[in-house]
């Protein structure tokens, strides 16, 4: 095996780069291409040679501290990712999408961009050779098919590369970028001894403006001239060593970078061929100038080494190119890998090679990037100038997570740097984003409108991530996106306002050209002082238009950010108060699943005791020999039982009417029967106390409907005990129930329960429907009661679909009117099944046999007593496991089995499971669940697991004796 043959993959990136090959990467990402070809086109118009040395070594240092925040985050969070990884972990998955976003739009550019520079370099240097085949134009610039190709070759070949051997695409990236610093220090030693030394380099600035403005103009550009030394911190988890080594590897690449710039930029600048003063007059004249004398840096190595000399700075920028493609898609694949990872783009773009390579990324890379170069090198260029405003929000990104960091642990300095970073960033986005204010800062007029159009696909696309967010991690920032329109809205502005100003000068040129032409014709020259006075006039005019153009767009957009900032504002205080309610929401469900849960336990609490209490009661009521003092003192503790039962029975049903827990179980019912029934619960206590007492439904003609019964007579129960209560002696009670209307198989009722009781004064009848409310006068003081009678009444008669009304008068009495609507039924049905309803009878249940399942010995000797008492024989055990043991034995043992739920060892669903499973025989034998638990979802359970019927302690004897009954014939 070679020294370059990789480890197999263990779905991870493996470490494999050292402190020089992460130096290649920061170097040759940062610095590629455009120093052999910005000195002439771009450096010395703005500031001259010295202007521009200075100014770059500046920039160098202010990239510096956008290192030194890199390297605090890097240490922190050393994996792939870079800047989007920092910024998804500390400020959320929406702002590391928009830092991604930009990040992709920044690379892929410097890809495309030094793929199609060697042809145009190419094209200086050798003229036409690669000038062959099919040709067309786009903004300007003929594009060659031979060009195309060269750059499509060069796309491949890289990514073959960096795809199958990253060792070797490391290794590429150490020796390209170490010849290229060769060449260039080389050819500026040859140049300057050539040229016999840098005084020569007259004049120091350009002559356009101050010395400090041409200075400042250079640092702007920073962004651009060095964007790429931070993309080592997508392959921090490749590095061979720890990342805190990586802050001077990052600084020797910026030294190493601004010395390739300035250095190239001093040989431009000796650069002056035979005819022109100075390089100032020959940087002029660049455009016009055909061949090697069209670029500076070239024409300078070739004329102090000949032919050495251009090979020499020919190497050089070839690897210049090389690295910039290698570095950076080593950089875009990392970084398309994590957003993979992190599902904010299709899994499949993470997947590895066995060598650890994500090669699905960069092929998507190299596929997208070879459709590039067709668009020529003018279109592209629109493209890379985007990279400014892309690093400066990727940068400012970096600073701000750095500077949460660093208040996070209570780190000054990295609050320092972070702050530091933030207000260069900031500085970089004022002078490019807000129009007009610094004129050397404007880019192309197509270059923002290209940043439009990715920032609109920006929003597009995280619209489809947000989507399919299944995680909830994306859509917690809104201020993500307002920056974003804030970002659309600006550039908007400027491209704008660059496009009309661009247009008005073309306008301006051409009636300039043809006025001068008509001069000529009427016999004027055009140095005439008539023809330049007017020629003077309109460029003026333009001026002034430009200015006043600069002026407008500047005070649009300060209304804009205005206006925005206070939509913002308003927004927030929205947001806000959302996020309250929500909060308040979650918290108010939270404490309902805890008095929920805390009303279950108290249910089986209460219970327990009171099943006690009533079932001894109930024992030492049927003693003959209980003196008749005794008897009284226990039919009161069973009126007291009883009461107490009701008040814990109202409490529960509260509960669940509010926690929307209680459901309705409609069946045919018919009204005259449960009238009846209620009529025959409360004549003797209304008898007793001297009330007349009267139940009419005479006016109801469809008295068969499908209705909840239950509900039904619980409405009933309640109003009618209410009237009771407080109704005195020798009152009168009316129950009036008549039929109103109806359509459809629906008719609609009308239920009247009235009295000539105390009533009540008006205040109070307002809130007799809330809970726990009661009226505190002397005439009420004696009356029992929770207060939640008649609050239950209106949940019920809601939950039916009905609605209900008090009228009353303080010493009248009160009138309670129900309104509701059944269903109608089939009266033939429901006189079927009261003709087939069994004969009250006394039943003998001598030889039947029981198994009651009890933990509690209470309940057990009270159980075994009433069941005694009716003959039944009766086993216990002690908990499910015994009892499924006891009945696995005999399966025709028991007649019945009484199952409580909650038990030791196995608990009574679990049993009852147990024993339904054991063949068909088991699955017949009745099991009656006990429990001290009342609510339904606990019937529920019980009838799930198999049981026939749900019985709630305290038990009612003869209700218990029914069921038994029912289910054994």
Same mark, same amino acid.
């Given at each position: 095996?070679?020294?370059?043959?990789?480890?197999?993959?263990?779905?991870?990136?493996?470490?494999?780069?050292?402190?020089?090959?992460?130096?290649?990467?920061?170097?040759?990402?940062?610095?590629?291409?455009?120093?052999?070809?910005?000195?002439?086109?771009?450096?010395?118009?703005?500031?001259?040679?010295?202007?521009?040395?200075?100014?770059?070594?500046?920039?160098?240092?202010?990239?510096?501290?956008?290192?030194?925040?890199?390297?605090?985050?890097?240490?922190?969070?050393?994996?792939?990712?870079?800047?989007?990884?920092?910024?998804?972990?500390?400020?959320?998955?929406?702002?590391?999408?928009?830092?991604?976003?930009?990040?992709?739009?920044?690379?892929?550019?410097?890809?495309?961009?030094?793929?199609?520079?060697?042809?145009?370099?190419?094209?200086?240097?050798?003229?036409?050779?690669?000038?062959?085949?099919?040709?067309?134009?786009?903004?300007?610039?003929?594009?060659?098919?031979?060009?195309? !190709?060269?750059?499509?070759?060069? !796309?491949?070949?890289?990514?073959?590369?960096?795809?199958?051997?990253?060792?070797?695409?490391?290794?590429?990236?150490?020796?390209?970028?170490?010849?290229?610093?060769?060449?260039?220090?080389?050819?500026?030693?040859?140049?300057?001894?050539?040229?016999?030394?840098?005084?020569?380099?007259?004049?120091?600035?350009?002559?356009?403006?101050?010395?400090?403005?041409?200075?400042?103009?250079?640092?702007?550009?920073?962004?651009?001239?060095?964007?790429?030394?931070?993309?080592?911190?997508?392959?921090?988890?490749?590095?061979?060593?720890?990342?805190?080594?990586?802050?001077?590897?990052?600084?020797?690449?910026?030294?190493?970078?601004?010395?390739?710039?300035?250095?190239?930029? !001093?040989?431009?600048?000796?650069?002056?061929?035979?005819?022109?003063?100075?390089?100032?007059?020959?940087?002029?004249?660049?455009?016009?100038?055909?061949?090697?004398?069209?670029?500076?840096?070239?024409?300078?190595?070739?004329?102090?080494?000949?032919?050495?000399?251009?090979?020499?700075?020919?190497?050089?920028?070839?690897?210049?190119?090389?690295?910039?493609?290698?570095?950076?898609?080593?950089?875009?694949?990392?970084?398309?890998?994590?957003?993979?990872?992190?599902?904010?783009?299709?899994?499949?773009?993470?997947?590895?090679?066995?060598?650890?390579?994500?090669?699905?990324?960069?092929?998507?890379?190299?596929?997208?990037?070879?459709?590039?170069?067709?668009?020529?090198?003018?279109?592209?260029?629109?493209?890379?100038?985007?990279?400014?405003?892309?690093?400066?929000?990727?940068?400012?990104?970096?600073?701000?997570?750095?500077?949460?960091?660093?208040?996070?642990?209570?780190?000054?300095?990295?609050?320092?740097?972070?702050?530091?970073?933030?207000?260069?960033?900031?500085?970089?986005?004022?002078?490019?984003?807000?129009?007009?204010?610094?004129?050397?800062?404007?880019?192309?007029?197509?270059?923002?409108?290209?940043?439009?159009?990715?920032?609109?696909?920006?929003?597009?696309?995280?619209?489809?991530?947000?989507?399919?967010?299944?995680?909830?991690?994306?859509?917690?920032?809104?201020?993500?996106?307002?920056?974003?329109?804030?970002?659309?809205?600006?550039?908007?502005?400027?491209?704008?306002?660059?496009?009309?100003?661009?247009?008005?000068?073309?306008?301006?040129?051409?009636?300039?050209?043809?006025?001068?032409?008509?001069?000529?014709?009427?016999?004027?020259?055009?140095?005439?002082?008539?023809?330049?006075?007017?020629?003077?006039?309109?460029?003026?005019?333009?001026?002034?238009?430009?200015?006043?153009?600069?002026?407008?767009?500047?005070?649009?957009?300060?209304?804009?950010?205005?206006?925005?900032?206070?939509?913002?504002?308003?927004?927030?205080?929205?947001?806000?108060?959302?996020?309250?309610?929500?909060?308040?929401?979650?918290?108010?469900?939270?404490?309902?699943?805890?008095?929920?849960?805390?009303?279950?336990?108290?249910?089986?609490?209460?219970?327990?005791?009171?099943?006690?209490?009533?079932?001894?009661?109930?024992?030492?009521?049927?003693?003959?020999?209980?003196?008749?003092?005794?008897?009284?003192?226990?039919?009161?503790?069973?009126?007291?039982?009883?009461?107490?039962?009701?008040?814990?029975?109202?409490?529960?049903?509260?509960?669940?009417?509010?926690?929307?827990?209680?459901?309705?179980?409609?069946?045919?019912?018919?009204?005259?029967?449960?009238?009846?029934?209620?009529?025959?619960?409360?004549?003797?206590?209304?008898?007793?106390?001297?009330?007349?007492?009267?139940?009419?439904?005479?006016?109801?003609?469809?008295?068969?409907?499908?209705?909840?019964?239950?509900?039904?007579?619980?409405?009933?129960?309640?109003?009618?005990?209410?009237?009771?209560?407080?109704?005195?002696?020798?009152?009168?009670?009316?129950?009036?129930?008549?039929?109103?209307?109806?359509?459809?198989?629906?008719?609609?009722?009308?239920?009247?329960?009235?009295?000539?009781?105390?009533?009540?004064?008006?205040?109070?009848?307002?809130?007799?429907?809330?809970?726990?409310?009661?009226?505190?006068?002397?005439?009420?003081?004696?009356?029992?009661?929770?207060?939640?009678?008649?609050?239950?009444?209106?949940?019920?008669?809601?939950?039916?679909?009905?609605?209900?009304?008090?009228?009353?008068?303080?010493?009248?009495?009160?009138?309670?009117?129900?309104?509701?609507?059944?269903?109608?039924?089939?009266?033939?049905?429901?006189?079927?099944?009261?003709?087939?309803?069994?004969?009250?009878?006394?039943?003998?249940?001598?030889?039947?046999?029981?198994?009651?399942?009890?933990?509690?010995?209470?309940?057990?000797?009270?159980?075994?007593?009433?069941?005694?008492?009716?003959?039944?024989?009766?086993?216990?055990?002690?908990?499910?496991?015994?009892?499924?043991?006891?009945?696995?034995?005999?399966?025709?043992?028991?007649?019945?089995?009484?199952?409580?739920?909650?038990?030791?060892?196995?608990?009574?669903?679990?049993?009852?499971?147990?024993?339904?499973?054991?063949?068909?025989?088991?699955?017949?034998?009745?099991?009656?669940?006990?429990?001290?638990?009342?609510?339904?979802?606990?019937?529920?359970?019980?009838?799930?697991?198999?049981?026939?019927?749900?019985?709630?302690?305290?038990?009612?004897?003869?209700?218990?004796?029914?069921?038994?009954?029912?289910?054994?014939?």
């Amino acid at each position: 095996m070679t020294r370059f043959t990789e480890q197999k993959n263990n779905g991870a990136l493996s470490r494999y780069l050292s402190p020089l090959a992460v130096w290649a990467l920061a170097f040759g990402c940062s610095v590629g291409w455009g120093s052999f070809v910005m000195p002439g086109t771009t450096f010395l118009p703005e500031a001259g040679p010295w202007g521009s040395a200075v100014g770059l070594l500046i920039g160098a240092g202010v990239m510096m501290v956008f290192g030194v925040n890199y390297y605090s985050l890097m240490t922190r969070y050393p994996d792939s990712g870079g800047a989007y990884s920092y910024t998804r972990k500390v400020l959320g998955g929406d702002h590391g999408f928009l830092c991604a976003w930009m990040l992709i739009l920044t690379y892929i550019a410097v890809i495309w961009a030094n793929s199609t520079a060697l042809s145009m370099i190419v094209r200086y240097i050798a003229g036409d050779v690669l000038c062959f085949g099919f040709s067309y134009q786009v903004a300007g610039y003929t594009v060659y098919f031979g060009e195309v !190709l060269l750059s499509v070759v060069l !796309l491949l070949v890289t990514c073959f590369i960096c795809t199958l051997w990253k060792r070797i695409a490391a290794w590429t990236q150490i020796i390209c970028a170490l010849l290229m610093v060769v060449g260039v220090i080389l050819s500026f030693v040859a140049v300057v001894s050539h040229r016999g030394g840098l005084e020569k380099l007259t004049p120091a600035f350009a002559q356009k403006s101050g010395p400090a403005t041409q200075i400042f103009a250079i640092v702007i550009l920073a962004p651009w001239a060095f964007i790429g030394f931070e993309s080592i911190s997508h392959s921090a988890e490749e590095f061979k060593f720890k990342p805190k080594k990586s802050m001077p590897i990052m600084i020797a690449a910026l030294i190493t970078g601004a010395m390739c710039y300035i250095t190239l930029t !001093l040989c431009a600048g000796l650069a002056v061929p035979d005819g022109f003063a100075d390089w100032g007059e020959y940087i002029a004249s660049l455009g016009n100038l055909k061949g090697l004398q069209g670029l500076p840096t070239f024409y300078a190595a070739r004329e102090a080494m000949g032919d050495f000399g251009l090979v020499t700075m020919g190497i050089a920028a070839f690897c210049g190119i090389v690295t910039g493609l290698v570095g950076n898609y080593i950089a875009l694949s990392r970084l398309i890998y994590k957003l993979s990872s992190d599902e904010m783009l299709p899994r499949r773009l993470s997947k590895l090679s066995r060598r650890g390579v994500p090669y699905v990324a960069l092929l998507c890379v190299a596929g997208v990037s070879c459709v590039i170069p067709i668009f020529g090198r003018t279109a592209i260029g629109w493209i890379v100038d985007v990279t400014t405003i892309g690093a400066t929000i990727v940068y400012s990104y970096t600073s701000i997570s750095a500077l949460i960091t660093g208040k996070r642990e209570r780190r000054a300095s990295i609050m320092v740097w972070g702050i530091i970073g933030t207000l260069f960033a900031v500085m970089f986005a004022v002078f490019y984003l807000l129009p007009s204010i610094w004129e050397y800062s404007k880019l192309a007029s197509e270059s923002y409108l290209i940043l439009i159009i990715w920032s609109l696909l920006g929003m597009v696309t995280f619209r489809f991530l947000i989507q399919r967010d299944r995680s909830r991690r994306l859509g917690k920032s809104e201020i993500v996106w307002v920056l974003l329109l804030v970002l659309i809205l600006l550039v908007s502005i400027v491209w704008i306002r660059q496009s009309t100003v661009n247009e008005a000068s073309k306008i301006a040129d051409d009636v300039r050209v043809v006025h001068d032409m008509q001069a000529v014709k009427a016999g004027l020259s055009k140095d005439s002082e008539i023809v330049r006075g007017a020629d003077n006039y309109i460029t003026e005019r333009i001026y002034e238009f430009g200015e006043t153009v600069r002026h407008n767009t500047f005070v649009l957009a300060t209304l804009i950010l205005c206006s925005i900032a206070v939509i913002f504002s308003i927004f927030s205080i929205i947001k806000k108060r959302e996020q309250q309610i929500e909060s308040e929401r979650l918290l108010a469900e939270q404490n309902s699943r805890a008095k929920s849960a805390f009303l279950s336990n108290m249910s089986h609490d209460l219970r327990t005791p009171m099943n006690a209490i009533i079932g001894y009661t109930e024992l030492a009521r049927r003693e003959k020999d209980a003196p008749g003092q005794i008897r009284d003192y226990l039919e009161k503790i069973d009126y007291s039982g009883q009461h107490m039962l009701s008040l814990i029975n109202d409490i529960l049903d509260m509960s669940r009417i509010e926690s929307g827990k209680m459901e309705l179980m409609t069946e045919p019912a018919d009204l005259s029967g449960i009238l009846d029934e209620v009529k025959a619960v409360f004549a003797v206590q209304m008898n007793e106390k001297s009330i007349e007492f009267t139940v009419d439904y005479s006016d109801v003609r469809n008295k068969a409907v499908v209705c909840d019964k239950k509900c039904l007579k619980r409405i009933l129960f309640n109003l009618v005990s209410n009237s009771y209560k407080f109704t005195p002696s020798g009152g009168r009670v009316a129950v009036l129930l008549r039929q109103t209307g109806g359509k459809d198989d629906v008719s609609d009722y009308e239920l009247k329960v009235a009295d000539t009781g105390i009533g009540m004064r008006p205040e109070f009848a307002e809130h007799v429907f809330d809970a726990f409310e009661r009226e505190r006068s002397r005439t009420v003081e004696g009356i029992q009661g929770s207060g939640l009678g008649m609050a239950i009444t209106k949940r019920l008669v809601e939950l039916a679909g009905g609605t209900i009304s008090v009228d009353t008068e303080q010493g009248k009495g009160t009138c309670f009117t129900v309104c509701v609507s059944f269903p109608n039924a089939d009266e033939k049905e429901i006189a079927e099944e009261r003709a087939d309803a069994p004969e009250n009878e006394t039943t003998n249940f001598a030889g039947k046999r029981l198994l009651l399942v009890e933990d509690n010995p209470i309940n057990v000797e009270i159980a075994l007593a009433l069941l005694g008492a009716e003959g039944f024989e009766v086993d216990t055990a002690e908990n499910g496991k015994v009892a499924v043991d006891i009945v696995a034995s005999d399966p025709d043992a028991y007649d019945a089995i009484l199952m409580d739920i909650q038990m030791p060892v196995m608990n009574g669903y679990d049993a009852s499971r147990a024993i339904r499973v054991m063949g068909d025989k088991y699955e017949k034998i009745p099991i009656i669940a006990l429990s001290a638990n009342s609510f339904e979802s606990d019937r529920r359970n019980a009838l799930e697991a198999g049981m026939n019927a749900y019985v709630s302690k305290p038990y009612n004897p003869k209700e218990l004796m029914a069921t038994l009954e029912k289910l054994m014939n």
